[in-house]
């Protein structure tokens, strides 16, 4: 598994692109950036630690505040395919489920992006 993160942590406004923030504009009084590092891999490893004792008893708390699941979504596979659909929730393996016109889909690997409407003017 691969798990990445961004964080901005002391980036002033002027270095960020358009819609982005970090905790230093957000008035956070604590940036820095070893106790927060900690913090946040203390925290990722109790929930890995909770999700490979009961993954059931955790999915629903992450699908709850998962902002894809819901959304349309293409998948761009390994294989160099795409899938699009609706992300439906997890299944017990922790795969992002995808509901598609064939079906419903567990992706294992891929890159998943939100489709956005078109907007007609």
């Known amino acids: 598994m691969v798990v990445g993160i961004g964080l ?4 002033r406004r002027s270095e960020l692109p358009a819609g982005a923030v970090s905790l230093t504009t957000e008035g956070a009084e604590c940036t820095d950036r070893d106790p927060l590092l900690r913090a946040i891999l203390r925290t990722l490893a109790d929930r890995y630690a909770d999700w490979s ?9 992450y699908e709850a505040v998962c902002d894809t699941i ?3 979504v293409r998948v761009q596979l390994p294989d160099g395919g795409a899938l699009d659909g ?3 929730g ?3 393996a922790g795969r992002l489920v995808v509901r598609t016109t064939d079906g419903d889909v567990p992706v294992s690997a891929g890159d998943v992006s939100r489709v956005r ?3 007609v003017r």
């Open 8 to 11: 901005n942590v002391g980036t």
């Open 53 to 61: 004792a009961d993954p059931g008893r955790v999915r629903p708390g």
């Open 70 to 72: 819901g959304r349309e």
């Open 86 to 88: 609706t992300a439906t």
């Open 90 to 92: 997890l299944d017990g």
């Open 117 to 119: 409407p078109v907007t």
